[in-house]
């Protein structure tokens, strides 16, 4: 007998997709497509809210590593925090088919099912390696603030690189697009990652401000005229990060659109 | 003097160094530290010339006894002076790192007095960041060439990554232009540092706690285009480089007009050879991650790189009946020697077909780029569909590929057009 097509909406955590894909498996449905709080789809197909249970989550988990292999989770877990659009969807069928074909699905690269996967966390493993390096703090009373517009969810990977390179700082990273932030204090050790609907740091203060200007100081320094290649500078740091960037701003607000870095350049170099 | 005014004179010297990496360490901070490295290496920003900023690139003076000709801080030289004190340094370091503009300190110098006294007052600097300021991120520091040998080793207990800069790529070149540095004063520390790795790597191996000499390894650079060295020259001298002094890194740094002594090539008009020192780094990539040999790539018939083509492509155009390579059963060597298939494409493939049979559309979906691998691959015995080219043709394909990525430069060399057309 056809497994039945319906539309799952779920609380848009992880735990809520594992229990959709236990959902889906024990009553014999095919999900057709998901959807989260703050989605707009309508589906033709009969909707079905599926409740998040820790435990059915659990044993949907447990079963990735030994049936997909490490990878095969490993793929899972950062697949699901990338933006690809329906990734659900996309995870579902990666799943299904990792359950029929074993571990050998990692490799399967050339499968349709698997490739959309590997491209989509290839893209989100990009984006953390440039803001590993990209991310600009700024010191407010002790705690050092910064904020990124990122197109995937990258603040649970960010994580780890920064509580080991910051360990005695305490710190916030704020997520403009994802609208969550990342806290971190030293002692005792914790980190959490919150949702927050706005945030809007003070203005800098003296020190922070002499910093920013002994940076962009030596920023425009290290260039050598002879050599200057735009396109160069442009493959490597692609235009969407700078306006973040404490080298592009003068000390104008954080908030400039995205022609703001061309123009506060040519001022500074007037 | 003002902070600012030092940093933009010392900057300013440094930037012709064109080493800016923060690679070959992995490290955790210890309690109560600031500061970690990654293996990869992790760029912060790239300057308008497109290079990437990774560390706080700085000397710690531009005061200098020595008078090297194509140095910009000769003594002959009438520049402004500045000298940063340990402790500048050490809170400019910090409120970068801090605020994540930078992955650590690269500190190099002018000689000051003496080659010692110049290597002490950095050391003073690094040892303050490390055990004052308990700073665990990366440090990149230069030897000077005639420094004390100790001294020189107490500088890499402080540092991840040293180097020593072979400067000009020849002993006449040397004699010529930096009278004051031998070819010995710039080998002997070279080969102490590369000593001195090898028995920190076995006090290691034995004792958990046995202080680590440049974990990251060691570097060098040379100037391009400053004296008539032919390309061969410099990939024989950079190939056994990487062999006798197991260096991590060789940069090249295309010769910037500075001066205006006859020794050197006329300031005016001069273009810096840029697409030369670009053919040299892909065939440094070369030797290092594609398993290729200096003699395979250069002879002495053809003793400098081919303008129009990459030097892979070069090197495929020259050996036609070793292709085309079967994607289903080459194996990994001769996959990485395929022009336009690179590690990650090679990889890919060799995971992939375990499944199953690959075909063209399946490389695509891999990732992989047939723009220039098209001709060099077969599927199952097939090429690609309604692929007909000549020995000729394939030359002039992949010489219209490359131009548009070479928008710097117009080549130079349009004849080749004609000797094959």
């Known amino acids: ?28 449905e095919r999900p057709a497509c998901f959807s989260a709080p703050g989605d707009v789809q309508l589906s033709l197909y009969p909707e079905r809210a599926v409740e998040t249970d820790a435990a059915h989550a659990r044993r949907v988990l447990v079963s990735l590593p030994k049936k997909l292999s490490a990878d095969g989770l490993h793929l899972v877990t950062h697949g699901f925090l990338t933006c690809l659009p329906e990734k659900e969807k996309h995870l579902y069928d990666f799943i299904a088919l990792g359950y029929e074909q074993g571990p050998s699905v990692v490799r399967s690269l050339t499968d349709d099912r698997v490739a959309v996967l590997v491209k989509a966390a290839t893209h989100l493993k990009g984006e953390v390696h440039l803001l590993r390096g990209f991310i600009r703090f700024s010191e407010q ?14 603040l649970p990977i960010l994580r780890s690189h920064f509580c ?31 949702p927050l609907e706005e945030f809007h740091p003070a203005a800098p203060g003296q020190e922070e401000r002499d910093y920013r200007a002994l940076w962009r100081r030596f920023y425009d320094t290290i260039a050598i005229e002879g050599r200057y290649n735009p396109k160069c500078r442009m493959t490597h740091m692609p235009k969407r990060y700078w306006h973040l960037m404490t080298e592009f701003n003068g000390d104008v607000p954080a908030d400039v659109g995205p022609d703001g870095p061309a123009r506060s350049q040519k001022e500074l170099s007037t | ?39 990869a290496g992790c760029c912060h920003s790239f300057s308008a010339d497109g290079r990437c900023v990774t560390l706080l690139k700085v000397l710690m003076t531009n005061r200098c006894v020595y008078d090297c000709q194509y140095c910009v801080n000769r003594r002959s030289n009438d520049v402004p002076r500045a000298a940063f004190t340990p402790r500048e340094l050490c809170e400019l370091t910090i409120g970068f790192y801090r605020r994540n503009y930078i992955e650590g300190l690269f500190l190099s110098s002018a000689v000051w007095g003496s080659p010692d006294r110049t290597t002490e007052l950095m050391t003073e600097t690094l040892r303050l960041l490390r055990r004052e300021y308990n700073f665990w991120g990366y440090i990149h520091a230069k030897a000077i060439p005639g420094a004390d040998p100790l001294l020189t080793h107490r500088l890499g207990l402080f540092a991840d990554r040293l180097s020593v800069n072979i400067e000009l790529p020849s002993e006449q070149s040397l004699k010529l232009l930096a009278p004051d540095k031998g070819k010995q004063s710039i080998l002997a520390p070279m080969g102490q540092i590369r000593d001195g790795i090898r028995t920190s790597r076995q006090e290691l191996a034995l004792y958990k706690h046995a202080p680590r000499f440049a974990p990251a390894g060691q570097s060098t650079q040379m100037i391009v285009g400053a004296t008539p060295e032919s390309d061969l020259h410099i990939l024989r001298l950079t190939e056994s480089l990487y062999q006798k002094y197991q260096l991590k890194r060789v940069f090249y740094s295309a010769y910037m007009p500075v ?50 083509v990459d030097p892979k492509c070069s090197w495929a155009l ?19 020697r395929v022009p336009g298939i690179g590690v990650r494409s090679a990889q890919r493939i060799l995971s992939a077909r375990r499944c199953g049979a690959l075909d063209f559309s399946g490389l ?17 015995g097939r090429m690609v569909e309604g692929l007909r080219v000549r020995e000729d043709g394939i030359i002039r394909h992949l010489v219209a590929q490359e131009r548009p990525m070479l928008a710097q430069e117009a080549p130079e060399q349009l004849c080749l057009f004609e000797n094959t057309g």
């Open chain 2, 1 to 39: 003097m003002e902070l600012m005014d030092k940093l933009t004179i010392l900057a300013d010297a440094a930037k012709y160094d064109a080493a800016c990496t923060s690679s070959g360490l992995d490290r955790t901070s210890r309690p109560g530290g600031l500061g970690s490295t990654i293996m």
């Open chain 2, 318 to 336: 020259n050996h036609l009946e070793r292709f085309p390579v079967e994607v289903n059963t080459a194996d990994y060597e001769t996959l990485l």
């Open chain 2, 364 to 380: 695509r979906k891999l990732g992989v780029v047939l723009k220039r691998a098209q001709y060099f691959l077969t599927c199952s």
């Open chain 1, 164 to 194: 080991a390179r910051y360990s005695g700082e305490r710190f916030l990273i704020y997520d403009r697009t994802h609208k969550e932030a990342l806290f971190y204090q030293p002692s005792p050790k914790q980190w959490a990652i919150v």
């Open chain 2, 259 to 308: 001066s205006d002594s006859k020794l050197l090539p006329a300031r005016r008009d001069f273009k810096p050879p840029l697409l030369r020192e670009h053919r040299l780094y892909q065939a440094d990539w070369l030797l290092r991650y594609y398993k290729f040999e200096a003699r395979e790539l250069l002879d002495e018939q053809n003793p400098n790189f081919n303008p129009l």
């Open chain 1, 1 to 28: 007998m056809p497994w039945s097509q319906v539309a799952y909406s779920y609380d848009g955590t992880f735990n809520g997709f594992l229990t959709c894909v236990y959902e889906s498996y024990v009553n014999k």
């Open chain 1, 141 to 154: 009373e002790g705690v050092l603030i910064a904020e990124i517009e990122p197109k995937n969810r990258v």
